[in-house]
């Protein structure tokens, strides 16, 4: 019998809100995860991509998730690994000095054997390179194969790989694929593979707000594969608050120190009619009472940026008309779209613009001029393509410095509802 964690997207180096505690707390869970390996003494931690939040974590973040690998070492315990689109670095990746170092394996088309397993991996792929991936794994003779990749996968939400075909095309037959990259945990099944998430460590957005854990995967005559909680992430408090007519602050502030506060990361949704009010009041009354941290989303402002759009004679699409006609080359138009797309947060443009610009640099025919009919998504495609993130040497500053004060610019904050881009940012 072979068992296994598998873990995935714990973003250390991930300075939420800003926060050098939330920052700690990244770390931390990873830690966690390592110690309950020890603890239970399994065969190897699997981890599906996503270990650093960007390519450049600082030195507090390396050294720390040196020494937990070195814990792992230390009990003989193998730490094999991908390369998600978060930390992919351009001229060699992490996970090659961390192996260089003996304190990891970079999982590829060969397998690694582990007891009755081979497990394989397969870094992520940016959306641009999907077409000419090549399917091939070197067979082995284990009872059970396992691949390990980083990538939205089907069946789950925001899936933009076809699983099914992944299995298919590939050469050898795989029991499980071992992902990360979606932060929502999950156990399904495609063609007979079960195909799982673990769900970050950490949450990453106030959209996640499962309990965090990790999956233990047991391979006997079968695959078993069970979720774990983490006990000791930061707690995270989410208040949704419905307004009647007439209500306004003093009712968000009751509702919110209902709660036990102390140390927490308090998210606050204000929704229905009521009086309108400052975010920060609440933010301020909720850290007053011991929160870590406070932000405010009153989704009554954005219901009514909403009403304006539809009853004005839509300038938005003379505006998109206008651009059609100067016959611009997809590039500029793509660039143009994501500076105007609605749903990319001005706090967010900057960057999105820059990694729209770094991909489209690698294909030349994006500089050609439009021809006129051709497929005016392109604001689509470049908010899909925002999570590739490929070859970013500033993503380390993303979330450091260009947002600003108000929460509600601040992209982590981002509502599951209301903006799926920024959320899929954080994936
Ligand atoms: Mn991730």
Redesign the pocket.
Known sequence: MTRVIHT??T?VGYRQYHSPERRADFLAAFQQVVDDAVADDVDAVVHA??LFHDRRPGLADLQGTVAALRRLADADIPFLGVV???EGKRDGQWLDLFEDLGLAVRLGREPYRLGDAALYGLDYVPKSRRAELDHKFEPSDAAHDLLVT?GLFEPFAHAEWDTADLLDRSTVDFDALLL??N?EPGIRTVADTWVTYPG?TER?SATEREDRGYNIVTLDDDVDITRRGLDATREFVFVDVELAPGEGVERVRSRVLEHDLTDAVVIVSVDGDGEPFAPAAIEEAATEAGALIARVTDRRDVEEERSVDVSFADPDEAVRERVRDLGLSTAARDVDETVRAGDVADSNVREAVKRRVEEIAEDSAAFDTAEDGEDDETGDEARRDDDDDDDDEKTAERDDDDDGDHPAAEDSDAPAAEDQASMEE??
């Open positions: 995935g997207d973003h991509g996503d998600g689109n978060h980083h990360g990259d932060h970050s990453c954080y994936l």
